[in-house]
């Protein structure tokens, strides 16, 4: 997130998932936004104000004639202090207030006042969420450029399966994000590689190596939020997809190298995080090797693994391609020299030796130029200054 706090202003309306408002409201602030709860009369049925002022620190507000505010125009006033609006959950009856521009309450006022985005994440039952009018409403909610935040199909709490269930606070916080960030990559398709492979020895044992998969997630995650179509091709991992990225789940570095041509026509960026094992196996037992009598150790071969990353970057019209590094010494002349020898226009070298499974990270981002140095971050606000870094160097660059 900016430097500066974003001013969310979180409307609350009455669905039983308003209670998954008040994890939504505590997450949103450990994404560093402030957070100002508005509540329908009816949402103050599921849930109480005190819950959402404790967790927010700020007052809650609930009726549009509430004298805290010395105007008496909360709604304007609300409104006016914030940088957008996210109603979460969002009623069908509320849905419907919005669509038709009805303002008898503090928060459809507000939202009627307001001129910052608006955002909403309908909860309803499926019924409720298929009827014509329902349907109308969402359509003419998004064609007023409001953004609709799911629904999702899933077990509702009245006992059905189907759509109309309130997208989780985690994705509804992703969705405000990516909505926040600025579009470097707007229109572009990213294909990126994560995580280790896997080559196996036998039916039970294989080779690996530490690479969490944090760095190029959260790369998938930020090229995502800066506006491209990313499809993220992931060794084995135990990480979440990234919301809006199409995850695409391999093994050996084989399986990675077929994933990656498959999906690289047409890319505009190619971001290689991967780490990709150099050898595999050749003679892979098909049952599980046995230890014999006299303790002698198998005999294992070798056998080259693609380089992926070359191999894109020497495509006849290869996409914009970015390289990783893991060099312990001598940075910048090694980083520069693995640079030319992929082929590729920028590398981004890891400066420190182990960042394997850490959340913290520091680049050096290598091309034709000279360097360029991104100071220790996390490797989320790393991965969003990368991506700026990349589309400031992609061919049609305007910045
Ligand atoms: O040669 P080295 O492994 O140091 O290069 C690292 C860079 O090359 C990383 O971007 C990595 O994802 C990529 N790579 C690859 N295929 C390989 C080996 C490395 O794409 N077989």
């Known amino acids: 997130m900016a430097a500066k706090p974003v001013r969310i202003l979180l409307g609350v309306t009455g669905g039983v998932a308003a209670f998954k408002a008040a994890e939504l409201a505590r997450r949103l602030m450990e994404h560093g936004a402030q957070v100002q709860v508005v509540m329908t009369e009816s949402a103050t049925r599921f849930i109480t104000p005190a819950t959402f002022q404790a967790l927010t620190g700020e007052p809650v507000y609930t009726d549009a004639w509430d004298t805290r505010i010395d105007n008496l125009m909360p709604h304007i006033e609300l409104s006016r202090a914030a940088d957008l609006i996210l109603v979460a959950p969002a009623t069908a009856d509320f849905m419907a207030k919005l669509a038709h521009g009805l303002a008898d309450d503090l928060l459809s006022t507000l939202c009627l006042a307001r001129e910052i985005p608006l955002l909403v994440a309908p909860a309803m039952n499926r019924q409720m969420w298929e009827n014509p009018a329902t349907r109308r409403n969402a359509a003419i909610l998004a064609g007023d450029g409001i953004e609709l935040l799911g ?29 926040l960030a600025p579009k470097w990559l707007a229109g572009k398709r990213v294909l990126v590689t994560a995580g280790p492979t896997y080559e196996p020895i036998d039916p039970v044992r294989g080779i690996t190596n530490r690479s969490s998969g944090k760095m190029g997630f959260e790369i998938a995650r930020a090229a995502r939020r800066a506006g491209a179509s990313v499809d993220l091709v992931a060794g084995p991992v135990a990480l979440a997809t990234p919301w809006g990225v199409q995850r695409h789940d391999v093994r050996t570095a084989i399986e990675m190298n077929d994933a990656v041509m498959a999906r690289v026509a047409g890319a505009d960026v190619f971001i290689a995080v991967a780490a990709v ?11 599980k090797i046995k230890k014999t009598p006299d303790g002698a150790p198998p005999a294992l071969e070798f056998a080259l693994n693609p380089d992926i990353l070359a191999g894109v970057a020497a495509l006849a019209d290869p996409p914009y391609c970015v390289g990783f590094a893991a060099e312990s010494e001598a940075l910048e002349e090694h980083g520069q020299k693995k640079r030319i020898s992929k ?37 989320a606000e790393l991965a969003a200054r990368l991506i700026e870094e990349i589309a400031r160097r992609l061919p049609d660059a305007s910045r």
């Not at 077990?155 to 969705?175: F, N, S, Y």
């Open 343 to 379: 082929g590729v226009p920028l590398l981004a070298a890891n400066i420190g030796h182990q960042t394997f499974g850490l959340d913290e990270n520091e680049l050096l981002l290598i091309d034709e130029k000279g360097t360029t140095r991104l100071e220790r971050a996390s490797k």
């Open 151 to 179: 629904p999702t199909a899933g077990l509702q709490a009245c006992g059905e399966t189907g759509l109309g269930r309130m997208i989780e606070p985690p994705e509804i916080v992703e969705a405000t994000l990516a909505f």
């Open 277 to 287: 094992a150099d050898w595999r196996i050749a003679n892979v037992s098909g049952q």
